[in-house]
């Protein structure tokens, strides 16, 4: 059984930063894709970034060029580095990974 557990959101003004970890258990995800989602209020949940098991990375046009996503296989953690926040990206931000999901870590954006 797979448990992803998703950490590091919270309030933060416009133009601010946050980290967001995914801490996966039960598999090693060396060797799998891993990807960030998020929802926000009223709205369907989105693809906001990808990392392959190679290292590939690929992002929503929304947040192209401030958020940078990475793993580090030794520890099964992804990250989502976000910077340059907008109000916009106030959201539930989940991590995934084959049919698995977290219970999501909320990121409000305040103007």
């Known amino acids: 059984q797979v448990q992803l557990v998703e950490s590091g959101g919270g309030l933060v003004q416009t133009g601010g930063s946050l980290r967001l970890s995914c801490a996966a258990s039960?598999?090693?995800?060396?060797?799998?894709?891993m990807i960030w989602y998020r929802q926000a209020p009223g709205k369907e949940r989105e693809f906001v970034a990808t990392i392959t098991s190679s290292g590939s990375t690929y992002y929503a046009d929304s947040v192209k060029g401030r958020f940078t996503i990475s793993r580090d296989n030794a520890k099964s953690t992804v990250y989502l580095q976000m910077n340059s926040l907008k109000p916009e990206d106030t959201a539930i931000y989940y991590c995934?990974?084959?049919?698995?999901w977290g219970q999501g870590t909320l990121v409000n954006v305040s103007s």
């Open positions: 039960g598999r090693t995800l060396s060797n799998y894709n």
């Open positions: 995934n990974h084959d049919q698995y």
